[in-house]
């Protein structure tokens, strides 16, 4: 299974490389027109145009129409949304500094506090929206949410009897890598957003290949 940003760098390798100087041109210079890239890039104006056309497409760059002096309105091509992704961005890479050095000034309980508000936020953020009767309705909507966040979240009936909950991806596993607290307080949230007895069964942090649990309704002496 490749993350979304190994599959970015595999589809950036793919693309060709005027595309990618054409990108790159625009990240520099903010925004420029088709002529003005031909002539940076040493191809024909018509070339350039071919290969704005295709990176439109893609939501990688878009473009204005503006007035420069007398004649013609030129047309200005500018980096689009889908173009974030194109380049690198160490966020994971500064957070854990952030955790670090939370935990060098405060102590480790201090880690603990940021991710229990971290699930107190996502709660506050989800019970509005799960508010089926049924445990399968409550999963469904979960579940939605989670992949939405990106979790790659999906859920089935076990062969017991159960609900199983899988998530393929953890969009913070590399942030709260080595940080069990991160994990055991996102065990917590399922439980209290389900309202149900939620049991880990496999555990990316672990090394399996996705978090799976299992979901069983609450029996009368945990209610």
Not at 37 to 48: C, E, H, N, T
Not at 143 to 164: H, P, Q, V
Not at 167 to 195: Q, R
Request: glycine share 6%; net charge negative; hydrophobic share 35%.
């Amino acid at each position: 299974m490749t993350s979304g940003i190994e599959s970015t760098t595999l589809l950036h390798k793919q693309m060709p490389i005027t595309r990618r100087r054409i990108l790159n041109l625009l990240k520099e210079n903010s925004e420029l027109t088709a002529d003005e890239l031909a002539r940076l890039l040493g191809i024909s104006a018509v070339a350039v145009r071919r290969h704005l056309t295709r990176l439109e497409r893609d939501q990688l760059v878009t473009y204005e129409e503006v007035q420069r002096g007398m004649g013609r309105p030129s047309y200005v091509y500018r980096l689009g949304e889908a173009a974030a992704n194109y380049f690198p961005r160490h966020y994971d890479e500064l957070a854990i500094t952030v955790l670090e050095t939370i935990e060098d000034l405060y102590g480790r309980d201090a880690i603990d506090a940021v991710f229990r508000m971290r699930s107190e936020h996502i709660f506050e953020k989800y019970r509005q929206q799960i508010n089926e009767k049924t445990l399968d309705g409550r999963l469904d909507q979960l579940t939605r949410l989670r992949a939405a966040d990106g979790y790659m979240s999906s859920w089935e009936i076990g062969k017991n009897g159960a609900f199983i909950l899988r998530e393929a991806n953890c969009p913070i596993f590399h942030v709260a890598e080595g940080c069990g607290t991160a994990c055991d307080y996102d065990l917590t949230l399922l439980t209290n957003l389900l309202d149900a007895k939620v049991v880990r069964k496999t555990h990316l942090a672990s090394g399996d290949e996705a978090c799976s649990y299992e979901i069983y309704p609450k029996t009368e002496v945990e209610q």
